[in-house]
């Protein structure tokens, strides 16, 4: 790789190069490398060429070739390289009447076409010139890669406007040409990898894990409620272990096979949506123990928020009642749940008279922080018995049903 000096190495070294190729052509010649503007008019040769570096671009091939340099405590492992490409913009000057400029044109695409590329003698004999003092410790020459030059292809209206807008001076024959690849690396310290103490292969075959139903133990369409024993069917579940995540967080599990693995929900899970995925297990060498590699289909659940229940009765407090004979009540509904409910997570009420066919919904009141108890403002509410419901996030509390399937509770009378 090569230091901060590389750039200016290759413009010295392009210059030296060229002068000795155009001298041979049309006599007395030189090439200078200044910028053409009529402020330093004085510098640019009377007949010759000039170099002006007037963009600097990061060649897209070679973007990455160093990623990663770090490791991840933030140490360096290796130097990072900057990987630049050089254009240039070639300009002819002489006696027009003697087509010096064309000439000097011809001169020079003849010369870059045939030798497109600096050697790396001519490299150290530039740094190694007295007059170029400043050159003194470029390592171009080292660097793994040649500079190699292009003719680039710029429109008439994009020539025209480098000179009038960025140069600001009058046009001169030109063309523009770019060198690649210049590899920059700061001279920073690094501290190397540590050694390999044993090198661990396993070859197995690819075998993706698939979920093709997450459903409660306890089956018969019953619901999944905080605690419960969850089923997860599916094939190619098992290798050398099974990793379960419920929403990216490892999960134990019960029992594992290939077609069928169960576990207990873990507490403090909450009411609504959740993700199941399954990570099939392989024993990478002499590991004792499988890690994760395969990754299932991600299925989803959605766990059912529960009344709690003191002495066989669901937690259902009704308050503060207003309103008498056919008027419609007013009140305050209080319900605990056997989960907490997080401040974010929207709560309603949902209050169902099956004879009267006469549904009510209400938001909870707004929590501070995460609680099992909810309370409801209720407005507008004709007097009789509901069954009660809580939805949590979309998920809704079940019913108790008797043998025909009929609700039977939990309940609540509005008096």
Not at 150 to 179: I, K, N
Not at 281 to 292: E, H, I, L, S, Y
Not at 354 to 359: D, H, T
């Amino acid at each position: 790789m090569s230091n901060f000096r590389a750039v200016a190495t290759v413009t010295a070294t392009l210059q030296r190069v060229l002068q000795a190729a155009i001298q041979a052509d049309v006599a007395g010649a030189t090439v200078t490398t200044v910028r053409p503007s009529e402020g330093s008019s004085a510098n640019l040769p009377t007949t010759g060429v000039n170099l002006f570096l007037y963009q600097v671009g990061v060649n897209p091939h070679r973007a990455n070739d160093d990623l990663p340099t770090r490791r991840a405590d933030g140490g360096t492992m290796t130097r990072p390289v900057a990987a630049l490409d050089l254009y240039y913009l070639v300009s002819f000057y002489g006696d027009e009447l003697k087509l010096e400029p064309q000439r000097l044109l011809g001169s020079t695409m003849a010369f870059l076409h045939g030798q497109p590329q600096l050697t790396r003698a001519q490299i150290q004999a530039t740094v190694a010139d007295a007059s170029k003092p400043f050159l003194a410790g470029s390592d171009l020459a080292d660097q793994p890669d040649v500079v190699r030059f292009a003719p680039t292809s710029l429109t008439f209206d994009e020539l025209s406007r480098l000179w009038s807008v960025f140069l600001q001076t009058h046009y001169v024959l030109s063309t523009t040409f770019r060198a690649s690849t210049i590899l920059l690396e700061q001279l920073i310290s690094t501290r190397p990898s540590l050694p390999t103490r044993d090198v661990r292969l396993a070859a197995v075959p690819l075998q993706r894990p698939m979920i093709s139903r997450v459903a409660a133990q306890a089956g018969n369409g019953a619901p999944i409620t905080p605690g419960a024993v969850v089923r997860i069917d599916g094939s190619d579940l098992v290798g050398d272990g099974a990793f379960v995540e419920i929403d990216g967080a490892l999960t134990p599990t019960l029992s594992a096979d290939d077609d069928l693995i169960t576990l207990a929900l873990p507490v403090g899970l909450a009411a609504g949506p959740h993700a199941v995925l399954v990570r099939r297990g392989v024993k990478n060498g002499t590991d004792a123990d499988a890690r994760p590699m395969f990754a299932s289909n991600p299925v989803a659940f959605v766990l059912l928020p529960v009344i709690h229940k003191t002495a066989n009765q669901y937690d259902i407090a009704i308050s503060g009642v207003q309103g008498a004979g056919a008027s419609p009540r007013s009140a305050m509904v209080t319900i605990i749940l056997i989960l907490s409910i997080g401040v974010r997570q929207t709560a309603t009420l949902e209050l169902l008279n099956a004879q009267a066919a006469v549904a009510y919904t209400f938001l909870a009141v707004p929590r501070a922080s995460p609680t099992t108890q909810l309370a409801f403002a209720i407005a507008g509410v004709a007097a009789g018995d509901y069954f009660v419901q809580v939805r949590i996030d979309g998920a809704v509390s079940p019913l108790d049903l008797d043998a025909n399937r009929a609700p039977v509770s939990p309940k609540a009378t509005i008096p």
